[in-house]
DNA sequence: TTGTAAGCGTTATCAG
DNA sequence: CTGATAACGCTTACAA
């Protein structure tokens, strides 16, 4: 089999009648170094003409520089972190950086530490709303050298991140359902265990119930998929002799499979059975009634992961970078009597 | 600064007192090489102590191979995408390759092919959905060495792909809603033009329409937003004379912004106007009245794919592998009077 | 069973 | 402005 090799940077430079050092000041345009316009054309026209293309993987040994960042994200799929992936990528496009995405869950749950998998070549983390992240990460990079940003609903103290506050914004949704006269208000959501620890939704949820002098009450979701949620959501309207006047969702998702359930058992979104999601992906405000969620300010939260991100790879000595965003009540015919 | 630097391979060895050809033959286990025992502990406690990781950077500058495969798709958001991509990294957990993600588009109007970024460091290419992609491949590899497959509704007969039926399905589709009685029946589609050529979807309408006799009318998005969509379809049923019966969409997500378009001028979905999607995402079937529409084979298009890369990856002269997959049509309450 | 040494394709540092 | 030459951290013949 005749494999042709890749030409080389030196292939270039001996096409081109000139030294391997020119070549690569001429790629690489740092401009800085000047060179004669006439070598400049004669280097370019030869690396036309033999089809070379750069070594990323040599450039990167000898520079330590990776040119690309892993998106840890927890592969619990869900509408609003395709979007938040999504968006990341736009945010990103034209740095110049690749994005590796990465399973966090399967990132703690495999191999041991001496695994090849835990080396990711890559200059900085990004990671959405897990908070098994911080955890991982120390434990994944005992030195802690490399540039680590979270964003969305779990952060810790001593990292740089961009938080949005979903306690401000559960405590903003229950409100709103307790002054729009709701009574019996249930929090639907995955049913805590060691890999889903409950999180500030559900402490939001407790305290303003509590606040409020109202009963707590829960459908415990044995995963996220839409056909678990239908099911349990319809079994338990069909089945309590205490129905419910709203539904609060752990996330938008859930919330399409809420509207189902309230279909499936005869009542009317808004009017019987109130109803509230979390995220804010635009699918909600399209259905026959749009539902009302906390929206989460996704083009900020990006632009301010990456820019936190560059900076500290940039200047990894900077200070601790951390902001906290507060998510937005947006208010639809799901919770209008 | 005291930036301590990652430890490397010969740190380890001098830690346990061995050299740097032990390491790497305890640390790859490749188990061929016998190593004693007692050694294998001794490195491995080293290792661990130090918090060694080894370097992919220079294990692929070595053997040319990156461990790392990249997903091209185009940057319009979709859900089916969305799907597809996360469907794509759960079949290639446990693969050992990370997934780079990388957009065509971006990828098309960008820098000239001297340019850095051209050269991914992968070991194979998946596309998604995107007729641009077997030129742009070609022309980023001219040499056309890296593996490739494309999947999803394009694909080019001399390379590897796992195809969706894109044609069949539209048929399966129209001739359904004709069956049903359906005689004014609508296309919303993007406006073709050079980034958006007209696909399979619509030369299969044209046909099956003009087969049964019947006027081919469209309803063209300027984009897929669902605001959009939205916006397009409710003037559209506003304005015209000529009522449709029926709504044939793109894709499921433009099939949820035509569903509320026809709330929006008070007709009811199914009843007065019919509405087929393609791709059949989970939440069209949790609409009050489910959508019917076109489904693809997700899992076994992600599943082929990955199958035929990492043959073609081991093997790069193995034979041409192809497979067309046909779509479901999947009838429901949106096709139904 | 273990060590030595020659690359892999760059960038970076110095001399010319 | 140009050209040797030394890293970068690893794999892999080939020796010992």
Chains 1, 2 share one sequence.
Not at 87 to 93: H, P
Request: hydrophobic content about 40%; glycine content about 6%; overall charge negative.
């Amino acid at each position: 089999m005749l494999l042709k090799k890749r030409p080389t940077r030196d292939d270039v430079a001996r096409a081109a009648g000139v030294s391997g050092w020119t070549v690569s000041n001429v790629l690489n345009g740092s401009s800085l170094a000047s060179i004669r316009e006439e070598t400049r054309v004669r280097v370019l026209a030869a690396a036309e003409e033999i089809g070379y293309r750069p070594n990323n993987t040599a450039r990167a040994l000898v520079t330590g520089r990776f040119s690309s960042i892993a998106f840890w994200m927890c592969f619990d799929y869900s509408q609003h972190r395709a979007h938040v992936l999504h968006r990341m990528k736009q945010q990103m496009a034209g740095s110049g950086f690749e994005i590796i995405i990465r399973d966090i869950e399967q990132e703690l749950n495999t191999a041991p530490n001496t695994s090849r998998s835990f080396h990711l070549p890559v200059d900085g983390i990004i990671v959405l709303d897990t908070d098994t992240a911080g955890p991982a990460f120390s434990r994944l990079n005992p030195s802690a050298s490399i540039p680590f940003v979270s964003m969305g609903g779990y952060w810790t103290e001593e990292r740089d991140c961009v938080g949005v506050d979903l306690y401000a914004g559960t405590v903003d949704a229950i409100t709103h359902l307790i002054e729009s006269g709701r009574r019996n208000i249930v929090y639907i959501t995955p049913q805590p265990n060691k890999h889903w620890p409950a999180d500030t939704r559900m402490a939001a949820y407790e305290k303003t119930m509590r606040e409020a002098g109202l009963e707590t009450r829960f459908i415990w979701l044995p995963d996220l998929s839409l056909a678990s949620v239908r099911k349990a959501s319809s079994e338990y309207l069909r089945d309590t002799a205490n129905k419910p006047d709203a539904l609060f969702c752990h996330n938008d998702d859930v919330a399409l499979g809420a509207y189902r359930a309230i279909c499936d058992v005869g009542a009317t979104v808004g009017h019987d059975i109130a109803l509230v999601g979390c995220d804010g992906i635009e699918e909600c405000d399209y259905l026959a009634c749009p539902i009302t969620t906390i929206s989460q300010p996704i083009d900020e939260m990006c632009a301010l992961a990456w820019e936190f991100l560059a900076r500290r790879i940039e200047e990894p000595d900077c200070p601790l970078q951390q902001r906290i965003l507060k998510p937005k009540l947006v208010v639809r015919a799901s919770t209008q009597p």
